[in-house]
């Protein structure tokens, strides 16, 4: 499975990264998301990267298998 972030819908709020900040980080210019680690090879990744995708005030995250 994948992480992967629309940046043209991203409004740089930063929950994806105050909430896993070993999945994502934010661009220091415009705050726009930056995946960190988009291959989750482990379940325990896998549940984080979905609970900060429904979390995500943008809907700019997705998880794809």
């Known amino acids: 499975m994948k ?7 991203c409004v740089g ?8 900040p070993d ?3 934010q661009r ?3 705050g726009t998301v930056v995946v960190l680690n988009a291959e ?3 379940e325990l990744l896998v ?3 979905r609970r900060v995708v429904r ?3 943008s809907q700019a995250l ?4």
Do not use: N, R, W, Y
């Open 47 to 49: 549940q984080k990267a």
């Open 13 to 20: 709020a930063g929950l994806c990264a105050l909430t896993e």
């Open 28 to 30: 220091e210019e415009d």
């Open 23 to 25: 999945l994502f980080d």
């Open 55 to 57: 979390t995500c005030p």
């Open 40 to 42: 989750l090879e482990h």
């Open 3 to 9: 992480i992967a972030a629309d940046t043209g819908k």
């Open 62 to 65: 997705s998880l794809v298998e």
